[in-house]
């Protein structure tokens, strides 16, 4: 069973930083397809955030653009968000999505959040 749990959340003030980690079970990471960071903000639709593909470049939502890095390290099986220069509108749940190819079927695997709420 694959299980994706995020931490590093928290209340920061602008301006600050925090590294988010997204820590899985059950999938190797050498394998997988993406990594992925969305952001559910208050009231709102779910946003991309950052795209992690091998082979491909890696992609950020214009906001957080040169403020951002998302990263993974295959050996840990986890995956990160490196956050600066925060701004009130960062504020949100940010969610792990990872997409592997197992048995000849893509499947995507979600964890449930961590809280990211700025202050201004």
């Known amino acids: 069973q694959v299980q994706l749990t995020e931490s590093g959340g928290g209340l920061v003030q602008v301006g600050g930083s925090l590294t988010l980690s997204c820590a899985a079970s059950g999938v190797d990471f050498n394998n997988i397809n993406f990594v992925r960071w969305y952001r559910r903000a208050p009231g709102k639709m779910r946003d991309l955030v950052a795209h992690l593909q091998i082979g491909s470049p890696t992609v950020y939502d214009d906001s957080v653009q040169g403020r951002f890095s998302i990263s993974k390290d295959n050996p840990k099986n986890t995956a990160y968000l490196q956050m600066n220069s925060l701004r009130p509108e960062d504020t949100g749940v940010y969610l792990c999505?990872?997409?592997?190819?197992?048995?000849?079927?893509?499947?995507?695997?979600w964890g449930q959040g961590t809280q990211v709420t700025v202050s201004s």
């Open positions: 999505h990872v997409n592997e190819n197992r048995d000849g079927a893509w499947r995507d695997y």
